[in-house]
T-cell receptor, first 116, second 111 residues
Framework: GALVYQYPRRTICKSGTSMRMECQAV??????VAWYRQSPQKTFELIAL?????????EQNFTQEKFPISHPNLSFSSMTVLNAYLEDRGLYLC????????????FGHGTKLSVL | QQKVQQSPESLIVPEGGMASLNCTSS?????YFWWYRQHSGKSPKMLM?????GEKEEGRFTVHLNKASLHTSLHIRDSQPSDSALYLC???????????FGTGTTVSVSP
């Protein structure tokens, strides 16, 4: 079956430092990977959509300078939160799908980011 | 960014009862709707998707879609305590963009 592993599951970083999270697709080819942030209030925000061999598309309020994403192959993607502050707290989820069309997303367990 | 609105925000349903959840998109380019369920501390898992007008049933779950009003609803009959979760509605364009999620409805099924 299709699985998405995401790590670390939890991380704590000091204000102003950066942290990287990774997403691994198993059992399928992750042509598209979408990164989301779920706030402590449970609101889901799309950060960016990354498709292999295409430019990464960031949503309004999210930038490559703050959330650089790497999607080097069909099984791996990573995202870094640079200069993390309190407002960056939340659960970061990667959702991957095999084609660049309307297929279901398979989600990883998420990386819970706490900022001190 | 919040172009997908869900209601109610939370819902308490007696065990065996019916839960009805609503979702509307304000983006007229949306073609596809998805319902995901997220249990506490877990990642979202897709429940059902619907692309055409009408109704779709899978077990105790039924979704309706009205494309003209961009409104979808999810109905859970014979609700079980294991149905207690955050239910997320998502919408996407035909062009294959990422899903935009709604605000979610927290369902609590009381035994």
């Amino acid at each position: 079956g299709a699985l998405v592993y995401q790590y670390p599951r939890r991380t704590i970083c000091k204000s102003g430092t950066s942290m990287r999270m990774e997403c691994q697709a198993v059992g399928f080819q992750a042509t598209s990977v979408a990164w989301y942030r779920q706030s402590p209030q449970k609101t889901f925000e799309l950060i960016a959509l990354s498709t292999v061999n295409s430019a990464i598309k960031y949503e309004q309020n999210f930038t490559q300078e703050k959330f650089p994403i790497s999607h080097p192959n069909l099984s791996f993607s990573s995202m870094t939160v640079l200069n993390a502050y309190l407002e960056d707290r939340g659960l970061y989820l990667c959702g991957a799908r095999e084609t660049d069309s309307n297929e279901r997303l398979f989600f990883g367990h998420g990386t819970k980011l706490s900022v001190l | 960014q919040q172009k997908v609105q869900q209601s109610p925000e939370s819902l308490i349903v007696p065990e065996g009862g019916m839960a009805s959840l609503n979702c509307t998109s304000s983006d007229r380019n949306v073609d596809y709707f998805w319902w995901y369920r997220q249990h506490s501390g877990k990642s979202p898992k897709m429940l059902m998707s619907i692309f055409s007008n009408g109704e779709k049933e899978e077990g105790r779950f039924t979704v309706h879609l009205n494309k003209a009003s961009l409104h979808t609803s999810l109905h859970i009959r014979d609700s079980q305590p294991s149905d207690s979760a955050l239910y997320l509605c998502a919408a996407s364009h035909q062009g294959g963009r990422a899903l935009i999620f709604g605000t979610g409805t927290t369902v609590s099924v009381s035994p």
